[in-house]
């Protein structure tokens, strides 16, 4: 089986010309996205190939298969203009003869040219249209399916920024705050909560800009409310429509960005099963299959300080970062309790990431250590933005760096435990030269 991906699927989903909420451009994001894929070593078994954008560190394949992961890797080697891997797969002009031994293969998500490198390499497995898959990620979908489910939903379609400030201005006057979520915004891009009138309608004004150069627009209006914690359920649907659940992540998130995840404690998930949790999740693998939809699929849910469950609030039908935890958590912990995260980070050179790797080991940073403990590295390409030793930009100006994205599994006997190993991390990284954000 090839095992690939393009991530920020949300992204190739938006329809053109759809309004857009505010947002500060991060130019060094797109390099860090594109070597996300090397996260779906956790996925692959010893007969799958995991194709990458980038090369992978040998020393960390190496430390990969020592703690138990096997698989085969392929690097993508297009070029990295083009965002979208299978676009850029699919408009090589000649057939890579290396993808030709496969006969299936599986992406993270549906997106733009998955279909037409299925064809192109005659992969015989089957998936959802673009069409179908796209229509049942929209966060639209979510809040129309929660309100058929569950006869309410606490999110409101508006079509239009006049229809945003009237709702807007309603929900103001019954709620501490109101939330304005894209239909496809993702990992805290396209959700802006609201305290006060003037910031709404500044934002109404600057939608009001855009309607008035001809784009649509359709965004979700809740209520702000009072959370207790958020989770995640993860399952897939096979092409008869059976389901079968995967498991349950609690989620951690900053500021509505998803900044990690962990196994849902038992006793969590005996209430859910308690209060009918279940139930609502079959229904809605039954009705994302009557949409035509099959394959991985993440709902988020949340559970109120009140103690209420809002079963259904957005639907990832996609593999997920939760999946990626699960399976992480199910191959590692042995019992210890496994969490995964990670950091911003910055670096001016791309340092020997096999000695760094020794040195964590020889400090007990490294998982396993001698308590069984320890930090699984995830991502060195994330960490330095997919550049190599030869093509890392030489002509930093002082003070700058190339910022990447350190992706982490800690498995710790608690919280303070996993504190102190993240700090000798944070440590352990600055000295060679590196900068840590958090």
Known sequence: MLVASTFDSETYWREEGSSRLPFIPDPSRSRVVMAMDELLASLCGPEDTLLTRFEMDEAHMDYLAHIGFHFKQLSANVPSHVPNLFRALYEVSETDERLKQFSEMTPFSVVPYVHELLDRYNYSNKLPTLQDVKRVNSKLYSADLAKRLLGSSYSQPV????????????????????????????????????????????????????????????FLVEPFLDVKYDFSCQFSIDESGSYQIVGLQQIINRQFAYVGSQAMQEENSHSLIRNGYFDVIEKLA?????????????????????????????????????????????????????????????????????????????????????????????????????????????????????????????????????????????????????????
Not at 343 to 352: A, L
Request: glycine letters at 12%; proline letters at 3%.
């Open 286 to 438: 039954s009705s994302l299959y009557k949409d035509r939809y099959f394959g991985h699929v993440c709902v988020d849910s949340m559970i109120l300080k009140n103690g209420t469950i809002v079963p259904i609030v957005e639907i990832n039908a996609r593999q997920s970062m939760g999946l990626v935890s699960h399976r992480l958590g199910e191959r590692l912990e042995n019992g210890k309790h496994g969490t995964f995260t990670f950091r911003t980070v910055g670096s001016r050179h791309r340092f020997d990431y096999g000695q760094w790797l020794r040195q964590l080991d020889d400090d007990g940073v490294l998982y396993p250590n001698h308590t069984g403990e320890g930090i699984i590295p995830l991502s060195p390409a994330c960490m330095f933005a997919g550049y190599g030793e030869s093509d890392y930009p030489q002509t930093l100006s002082e003070g700058s760096f190339i910022k990447g994205r350190l992706y982490l599994f800690v498995i710790a006997r608690d919280v303070q435990e996993q504190k102190s190993l993240i700090d000798k991390l944070k440590e352990r990284f600055e000295v060679q030269g590196g900068k840590w954000y958090g």
């Open 159 to 218: 079509f239009s920024a006049d229809e945003l400030a009237a709702v807007g201005l309603e929900l103001m006057g019954l709620s501490n705050g109101v939330l304005l979520k894209d239909p496809f915004g993702v990992a805290g891009k396209g959700n802006m909560l609201f305290k006060n009138l003037s910031s709404l309608e500044r934002v109404v004004s600057y939608l009001r800009k855009q309607e008035q150069a001809g784009s649509s627009t359709a």
